[in-house]
């Protein structure tokens, strides 16, 4: 009786449990790294710096084992980890936009145009819309309109010559925000709607009954 197959075997089946046990650990490592990650990913000089030494430690994982050791595991990884850092896309820039509004405690933001503050030229702006106010931002975040959403009395979009025009009023004051060019009636419609589903509705006068005016 002859034990040659079942010894010729166990090489292979040794290999295939060590690669089956390094594919669970490298899955295992990588579920525990991508919240890191996707940290590293928003400052683009660390994302950089991540991606180089990735590619620099696997080229070394393919180079290093064939004049060290025979591991083709590690240079099926360094392999990887080398074409990793080419595919992986660039870093992800930081929202300023969606810090802000966290900040003001804001339910979505649209485009409020241009805005012409009072002796100043018209600015491109923002517009913050939370349930209890309206913020207008300029570029750099700085506050140049805060309007009391239930103190709005009338809100509409109207075309004046070639451009739309999106005027607010609230108790003795008033806005109106500028919008041109292509998707000018679209852009100002779509405040328009934004900034209607926050307008606090008055309420209904109702009709007094004869009995009461009795």
């Known amino acids: 009786m002859s034990t040659a197959p079942a010894t010729a075997a166990s090489p292979y089946e040794a290999t295939a449990a060590r690669f089956r046990n390094f594919l669970i650990g490298a899955l295992f490592a990588l579920v525990l790294l991508i ?3 996707l940290r590293i990913r928003r400052n683009a ?3 950089m710096a991540f991606r180089v030494f ?3 430690a696997g080229a070394a994982l393919v180079v290093l084992p064939l004049g060290l050791w ?3 595991l590690a240079a ?3 392999l990887g980890m080398f074409m990793a850092a080419i595919l992986l896309p660039p870093a992800k820039p930081h929202n300023l936009s969606d810090d802000k509004a966290r ?3 804001t339910l979505v933001i649209v485009n409020g145009g241009k805005y012409q503050p009072a002796s100043a030229a018209p600015v491109p702006v923002q517009l913050f819309v939370g349930a209890e106010r309206i913020w207008a931002l300029d570029r750099n975040f700085k506050p140049l309109l805060v309007i009391p959403a239930a103190e709005i009395k009338s809100l509409e979009a109207v075309q004046h010559k070639d451009r739309w025009i999106l005027e ?3 108790l003795d004051h008033s806005a109106e ?3 041109q060019g292509v998707f000018a009636e679209h852009l100002a419609h779509v405040a328009e709607n934004t900034l209607g589903s926050v307008m606090h509705s008055p309420l209904p006068i109702l009709p007094r009954s004869r009995s009461a005016s009795a």
């Open 35 to 37: 919240p890191k990650l």
């Open 45 to 47: 000089q660390s994302w």
């Open 54 to 56: 990735l590619g620099f």
């Open 70 to 72: 025979n591991s083709w």
């Open 76 to 78: 099926i990884l360094g």
């Open 103 to 105: 900040e003001l405690d």
């Open 168 to 170: 607010i009023r609230w």
């Open 177 to 179: 925000f500028f919008y």
